[in-house]
């Protein structure tokens, strides 16, 4: 409430005492009727009405009579509204004040939003999805593929949703930069990768910018700049991984799918991972990580691959995690590998127990990263790792490298794969 002099204060109430209410008192004093509540609450408080019971905003508290023809009154401000749960919430917890005989003086109602209700509405839509999704068809087998090899398609915090400006942040993104840069980068590593028997799609998280109606993150509920509806959204991003998953298809004997969960997209990550495992569940080349945790692994002869978003434990302290919770896997294994995103940066980092590497991205800064100045490059990578000896090579690929491959591959879809992947 803008502060106001004493006189003007004096005058509302004045107003309010010749006109006998809010409403009619507002009118004649050309304000708004809750801006004339709040100033007589505020001019109560300071005694400016006097102590005829009773004050606007107060209630009686006691009457204690002195004499046959009066009485001391005492006032304290008046309770609000009876409490009503939000829509979508439920008590987290109560806090009560009782006096000596064990009698409520006050109550606090701690609230959050309703657990049971969120896992139930993403039960329902994963279960629509089991019904109404047409399952994918099988895809041809592809001619020659080394079964020692596996590549290991590394992509992390597309944030697919977001919006940045380049006059700000440095480079534009968008939903439909997003879906191009990501589809183009996986046509090129794909396309120039080597022919290893089996393809790993480790989306590391936060594939999606925000994770429901309102563009925020759900844990902090810190504003993002959003780009789209989120039903948009949702829309591209599955129309995306789907053409991903064919094109690898197309290169790989065997095709295993990681939609690790993340901060920003918790809720999407849990119905991704149960979309894709019923959508493949008539292809037999193709398995789908539905597992609820946050922790995943891949075994591929005497190699282990870990994959974390990075959002609950870091490049410093992951691996203890990954040996103790994989323990067979780990113990079977002689090259360890985990991978991590969440920063937006590369590092590498060799422990004990296994090499801890966390990836870039391939989207561009949002405006928060770009004027707190947390910069990186973006890239992604496609590391092969043999069963025998573990990592044998790598690409590196950004965004510049990739910029139309999809499109020229598109192109020339009438000639045998084999013959686009030579020239």
């Known amino acids: 409430m803008t502060t106001l002099t004493q006189e003007e204060l004096l005058r509302r109430a004045a107003a309010y005492r010749e006109h006998g209410s809010y409403k009619k008192a507002a009118k004649a004093l050309g304000i ?42 005492k006032q304290t401000k008046a309770a609000g509204e009876v409490f009503e749960m939000p829509e979508g919430f439920a008590h987290k917890r109560i806090s009560n004040l009782s006096d000596g005989q064990g009698r409520t003086i006050a109550r606090w109602d701690i609230v959050e939003k309703d657990k049971e209700q ?3 509405a993403m039960k329902a839509a994963v279960e629509a999805f ?5 399952r994918a068809e099988p895809v041809a087998r592809i001619a ?16 697919f949703g977001a919006l940045s400006w380049a006059e700000e942040t440095g480079a534009d993104w ?30 590391m998280g936060d594939l999606a910018h925000y994770d429901g109606m309102e563009s925020k993150t759900p844990t902090s509920g810190h504003i993002l700049d959003a780009d789209s509806r989120f039903q948009k959204v949702v829309r591209v991003i599955i129309r995306t991984l789907r053409r991903i998953v064919r094109m690898m298809l197309e290169k790989h004997e065997r095709v295993h799918i990681i939609m690790a969960d993340a901060n920003h997209d918790p809720a999407s990550g849990a119905w991704l991972r149960e979309m894709f495992a019923a959508f493949y569940e008539d292809e037999p080349r193709v398995t789908v990580d539905s597992s609820a945790s946050t922790y995943y692994v891949v075994e ?49 980092k060799t422990t004990n127990l296994m090499k801890v590497e966390r990836h870039e991205t391939l989207a561009a800064p949002d405006a928060y990263a770009a004027n707190g100045g ?35 591959a598109a192109a020339n879809d009438n000639e045998p794969a084999s013959e686009r992947r030579a020239a």
């Open 32 to 73: 708004g009727k809750s801006a004339l509540q709040e100033c007589l609450t505020k001019a109560a408080e300071q005694g400016r009405l006097g102590t005829d019971p009773v004050l606007p905003g107060y209630a009686i508290k006691s009457i204690a009579s002195k004499t046959a023809d009066g009485a001391w009154v």
């Open 118 to 120: 969120q896992l139930a």
């Open 300 to 348: 591929h002869g005497k190699t282990s691959l870990f994959v974390h978003h990075g959002h609950r434990r870091n490049v410093g302290n992951v691996d203890s995690v990954f040996a103790g919770k994989f323990r067979d896997i780990y113990g079977r294994t002689q090259f360890s590998y985990a991978h991590l995103g969440h920063l937006h940066s590369d590092e590498l």
């Open 174 to 203: 968008d939903l439909g930069i997003a879906e191009n840069c990501v589809t183009d980068w996986f046509a090129a590593a794909i396309d120039l990768a080597p022919a290893a028997f089996t393809g790993v799609l480790a989306q």
């Open 130 to 134: 089991k019904e109404e999704l047409p």
């Open 144 to 159: 020659r593929t080394n079964v020692d090899l596996l590549n290991f398609y590394a992509l992390t915090d597309a944030h």
């Open 374 to 408: 947390w910069l990186s490059g973006r890239s992604a990578k496609v590391i092969t790792y043999s069963a025998r000896h573990g990592e044998v090579s790598r690409l590196t690929l950004s965004p510049q490298m990739v910029d139309g491959w999809s499109r020229r």
